[in-house]
Nanobody, 115 residues
Framework: QVQLVESGGGLVQTGGSLRLSCAAS????????INWYRQTPDEARELVGV???????NYADSVKGRFTISRNNAKNTVYLQMDSLKPEDTADYYC?????????WGRGTQVTVSS
């Protein structure tokens, strides 16, 4: 089992930045990748990006060049650095761990970008 807790969401103006954190606990060694998803008020869900256990990252075209995923292994924490934020980035953001037993979701953190 893996437990994930997101934090760092909030209200920011267009062009601003936020850094989301995803703290993992439990069977950390079972994690193959950590994904960041977002879900908008109209319920559309989008994969924002992923970092693998090997440290490789990949991003959706909509955030490429603006968002960066990194990790601190000592803290068992993955970060989503979001720069040049736009109103369309407004969503609930979730981290999801891909493990040998399946996917585990955090409860999410809300990001609102005002125009």
């Amino acid at each position: 089992q893996v437990q994930l807790v997101e934090s760092g969401g909030g209200l920011v103006q267009t062009g601003g930045s936020l850094r989301l954190s995803c703290a993992a606990s439990g069977s950390i060694l079972s994690i193959n990748a950590i994904n960041w998803y977002r879900q908008t008020p109209d319920e559309a869900r989008e994969l924002v990006g992923v970092i693998t256990s090997g440290g490789n990252t990949n991003y959706a075209d909509s955030v490429k060049g603006r968002f960066t995923i990194s990790r601190n292994n000592a803290k068992n924490t993955v970060y989503l650095q979001m720069d040049s934020l736009k109103p369309e980035d407004t969503a609930d953001y979730y981290c999801v761990a891909n493990t040998v037993w399946g996917d585990f979701w955090g409860r999410g953190t809300q990001v609102t970008v005002s125009s």
